[in-house]
């Protein structure tokens, strides 16, 4: 009970931080809402409702705001995000082969998109903008093109790798 007690603390101190320097000034949202999601990589129930208090609107402004645009979640997402592109050049290129490797090696699914360790969350996208380099895996920042099956299994197991090197 003392550790969740404390996690709750540290949770809303680094909220508050960030509402005072905004002034908790409603107008700043977007921005507040960002850097709350930059902090947690998602944006929880209970964080936008102390916000609202904070900023003196109303939860229903600070939620409509965090569903209105596409870059907010409100799912808390792994610490690897890997999108895949399915748009036009990178599915002909068999981007659902990539897209069922992906869901198989990471248990995930339509359904259930991030894994229970909380490393990977698995999103298909409609386009990432590299359609020369089909198909095309995003992971986090890292654009990998030209991607197959094996490829796709081997960028996985890497990132296994490292993470219990770094364990």
């Known amino acids: 009970m003392v550790q969740k007690t404390h996690v709750f603390n540290t949770k809303f101190e680094t909220v508050c931080a960030i509402l005072e320097k905004y002034d908790s000034d409603p107008h700043r949202l977007i921005t507040i809402l960002q850097e709350i999601q930059a902090e947690y990589s998602y944006l929880p129930e209970d964080v936008m409702t102390y916000v609202a208090m904070a900023c003196g609107i109303t939860p229903g402004t600070v939620f409509g705001v965090a569903t209105f645009y596409s870059h ?87 990132i296994r790798e490292e993470e219990a090197a770094d364990a």
């Open 72 to 158: 907010f979640t409100l799912e808390p997402k792994g610490k690897y995000v890997i999108k895949v592109c399915d748009g036009t050049a990178c599915h002909v290129r068999k981007s659902t082969d990539i897209i069922k490797t992906l869901e198989k090696e990471l248990g995930l699914s339509a359904k259930k998109k991030t894994s229970d360790d909380m490393l990977f969350t698995f999103e298909t996208v409609a386009c990432l903008g590299a359609c020369g380099l089909a198909p095309v895996v995003v992971v986090n920042e890292d654009v990998y093109g030209g991607m197959t099956k094996e490829k796709t299994i081997e960028l996985i197991n890497r």
